[in-house]
């Protein structure tokens, strides 16, 4: 796959994606939304894939927010249709059957905390920096920011992140539960790798059920959820990869799973 605005790799059921703009902070353009939504939208139906890894280009960015440049002059139509490219694109990853860890490698600020958000787990290098400043330029955060935020780290310390539009260093990031890991610079990529290898080794169709039961299960009553949960239990026992996990503990040697 080539794109013009990110890099792709994969290699052992690992998919890597890089946004690929340094220059520009890797800011969203109408243009990268764009190819991220093709590129995830593709990666359903890749069956190479196990785990997505989601990372900036250069030393200093992961995604510093959607394009200042090109949204500055956009009208109320358009601004509009930009934020619902970026709520698809939110959607497609939270929708995908596969974990998608967010190596965030520096600033993720504005649309670039948004996609750190809808990504399932997030690890920070020390230089990384989250915040949500739209407040700063007369705007909103247009990608589920005031929806995913709270949601992830509570009501009243979201709302200082979007009413204040600060900055917070990747050490408070972690404490509050942003960032699941904080790591050296140049150990984030390896960290998201191996954890990736170690999800992939894993039941894929156990995997995705649990990131189905979490992404549905959060958004309703418990007594639903708990339902739902109920249901993918049930289902995992219609698979081969169910009756090779437990086998295999039975004769006590690793499982071998199909995805199927
Ligand atoms: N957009 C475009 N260019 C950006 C950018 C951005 N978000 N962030 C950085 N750049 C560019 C800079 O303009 C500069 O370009 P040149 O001048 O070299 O051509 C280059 O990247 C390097 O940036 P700096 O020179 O500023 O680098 P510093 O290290 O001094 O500062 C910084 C780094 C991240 C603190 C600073 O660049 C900064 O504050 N950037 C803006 C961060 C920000 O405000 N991000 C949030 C963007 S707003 C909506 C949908 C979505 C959204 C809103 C509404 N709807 C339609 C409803 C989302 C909004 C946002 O994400």
Do not use: W
């Not at 709520?87 to 190596?103: F, S, Y």
């Not at 239990?233 to 219609?238: K, P």
Request: net charge negative; aromatic share 6%.
């Amino acid at each position: 796959m080539t794109f013009e605005n990110l890099l792709y790799d994969c290699s052992d059921g690992i998919a890597t994606v890089t946004v690929n703009r340094p220059k520009a902070l890797n800011a969203l353009n109408e243009a990268t939304l764009k190819e991220l939504l093709c590129l995830f939208t593709g990666l359903k139906d890749e069956a190479a894939v196990k785990v997505v890894i989601l990372t900036g280009a250069g030393e200093k960015a992961f995604v510093a927010g959607a394009d200042i440049a090109e949204m500055q002059p956009i009208d109320a139509v358009t601004g509009r249709q930009f934020a619902l490219l970026g709520h698809q694109l939110a959607a497609t990853i939270e929708d995908l059957p596969k974990p998608v860890i967010a190596a965030v490698n520096g600033f993720a600020l504005g649309g670039g905390c948004e996609l750190a958000l809808c990504c399932d787990i997030r690890l920070a290098s020390e230089n990384a920096r989250f915040g949500q400043p739209e407040v700063n330029l007369g705007v909103i955060p247009g990608f589920g920011g005031t929806q995913r935020l709270p949601r992830l780290i509570g009501k009243g310390l979201a709302c200082e992140l979007l009413m204040t539009g600060d900055m917070i260093n990747a050490a408070e990031a972690y404490r509050i539960g942003l960032a699941n890991k904080v790591l050296p610079a140049a150990e984030l990529l390896p960290a998201a790798g191996k954890l990736a290898v170690k999800i992939a080794s894993k039941g894929p169709i156990a995997v995705s059920f649990v990131k189905s039961a979490l992404r549905d299960g959060l958004e309703t009553d418990l007594t639903r959820a708990c339902s739902h949960e109920a249901d993918l239990f049930g289902l995992c026992f219609a698979t081969a990869d169910q009756k090779e996990g437990m086998l295999a503990f039975l004769e006590k040697r690793p499982a071998k799973f199909a995805g199927k």
